[in-house]
């Protein structure tokens, strides 16, 4: 609900407040800074949640752990951090202030240990820790960003938010983990299962952040602008589905460990289930009030992003799909060679259309990009599982979830109509409208499918 709320608030006040150009701005030096946070961290994401999960049941080992994989990190940020300053003397002159305060996010790296807690499955702290900050960094943003010169105050609250944010966890580490020693022998024996995993974390930056970059080189901040603000919307239902491996992804480590392949099994049909019927309603209604949405959400300057958020879309059933593949099997089996190999190919597919597109077609090129990078990762991690998991009967399960999406468009289409005058009351009128009516043609018709597939399980076990 977070992740959805807040969005909502902030996105259409920081949109119109700064204006396409600026925000840009912001997202190019973000973008940039979080490539030193990305070496900072390794893969520690998801390699400390995996280690950690595998032996909490033995809270020694599970230290020991603990301290030998934050050692790495915090020498792999201390040299982040070295990195970036030089970044910053050398290219940074353009934005300087911008890239200056987010040195306090590229040093937010050497504090974060959520994923400790999301080893040990203690979400109700890392979650309490969001809610306090980000309610915080909203009414600083309101109360101080007041005109497009107050950037460089946005870009002190978003990076301090993120710093204050991964602070905040270290006082609860002391009932969890007991203080040890550990070597330098300890830290460095988990640089390769890290490095194994930090090439899937920099290979998908390559088609998640480095479109960003691309497109302000070969083109403007205001397309950076536009991409950005349809990457945002999408990212509001993507971060719905994608804490669902947030949260499974311990749990099915922890399976994996004491190899309880039947509970791993049903967890994985369900969040299958789960994530496509999200999904597939998140995807067409998107695409279906994109027209009316975004300039009533983000001003009418920012029409362009429209189109983009259509064919962006897409892309949340590919992400939603594959985000289960990856957290509930792939890396919970140590099938690392897999994971890798699907990123690869995502990374280099995007690069490679980024500038045969982006020249000629600007950010629809890079949505173009990023919308094949994502089926490429989605179909060859399929592909990786096939034998392993019964992914035709996942299909067979979660295809016909898109009849109801597309009814729902239709739907929503239709009643659209009336509201084309397109004054402010009218859209709104439009936006409301459509989001009830076709949220409930969805669910009902989307539901009864899942009711014919829950009977059919109960008679086949019964």
């Known amino acids: 609900m977070l992740l959805i709320l807040l969005p909502l608030v902030t996105t259409p006040y920081v949109s119109r407040v700064l204006g396409a150009e600026n925000l840009g701005m912001y997202t190019y030096t973000y973008t940039a800074a979080n490539y030193f946070v990305l070496f900072a961290m390794l893969g520690v994401k998801n390699y400390g949640n995996r280690s950690v999960a595998s032996v909490r049941e033995n809270k020694t080992d599970m230290s020991r752990t603990f301290w030998e994989i934050w050692g790495l990190q915090a020498l792999c940020a201390v040299i982040a951090l070295c990195g970036y300053a030089v970044f910053v003397v050398c290219f940074g002159r353009e934005n300087k202030i911008l ?22 499955e203690k979400f109700s702290i890392t979650v309490t820790r969001s809610i306090v900050i980000k309610l915080l960094s909203l009414g600083a943003i309101f109360l101080f960003v007041k005109t497009a010169d107050d950037l460089w105050k946005y870009t002190l609250i978003m990076a301090l938010s993120i710093l204050l944010s991964q602070l905040t966890l270290w006082r609860y580490l002391p009932r969890y983990v007991e203080r040890c020693k550990v070597g330098i022998r300890g830290i460095l024996r988990h640089f390769c299962a890290e490095l194994s995993l930090f090439v899937p974390v920099i290979a998908v930056s390559l088609y998640k952040m480095m479109d960003k970059l691309m497109l302000k080189e070969m083109s403007t901040y205001v397309q950076v602008g536009f991409y950005e603000s349809a990457d945002r919307i999408i990212g509001i239902p993507l971060g719905v589905i994608t804490a669902l491996g947030t949260v499974m992804l311990p749990r099915m480590s922890h399976l994996a460990s004491k190899s309880d392949t039947d509970k791993s099994m049903r967890y994985i049909r369900t969040s299958i289930l789960f994530a496509m019927f999200m999904a597939c309603g998140m995807m067409f209604g998107l695409a279906a009030i994109a027209d ?8 009418a300057a920012y029409a362009p992003a429209a189109v983009l958020l259509q064919w962006m879309a897409p892309t949340v059933l590919f992400i939603a799909w594959a985000n289960v593949i990856r957290t509930q099997y ?25 500038f045969l597109l982006i020249p000629r077609y600007q950010a629809m090129g890079a949505v173009i990009a990023t919308l094949g990078a994502e089926a490429l990762v989605c179909m060859v991690q399929t592909v990786a599982v096939r034998r392993q998991l019964p992914v035709f009967r996942y299909f067979k399960e979660t295809v016909p979830l898109l009849l109801p999406g597309a009814v729902m468009l239709c739907v929503v289409r239709a009643v659209r109509v009336p ?18 009516i076709g949220g409930t043609v969805y669910v009902l018709l989307a539901g009864a499918w899942i009711l014919v597939l829950r009977r059919k399980a109960k008679r086949q076990h019964g």
């Open 99 to 120: 890239f200056l305060w987010q040195s306090l996010f590229v040093l937010s790296s050497l504090f974060d240990i959520s994923w400790l807690f999301s080893g040990l």
């Open 292 to 299: 009316d949405f975004i300039p009533l959400f983000l001003g």
């Open 330 to 354: 792939l890396i919970p089996n140590h099938k690392d060679k897999s994971y890798i190999v699907s990123v690869l190919c995502g990374a280099v597919f995007n690069i490679v259309c980024n």
């Open 419 to 436: 509201f084309l005058r397109w004054d402010a009351v009218s859209r709104l009128g439009a936006v409301v409208l459509e989001v009830v």
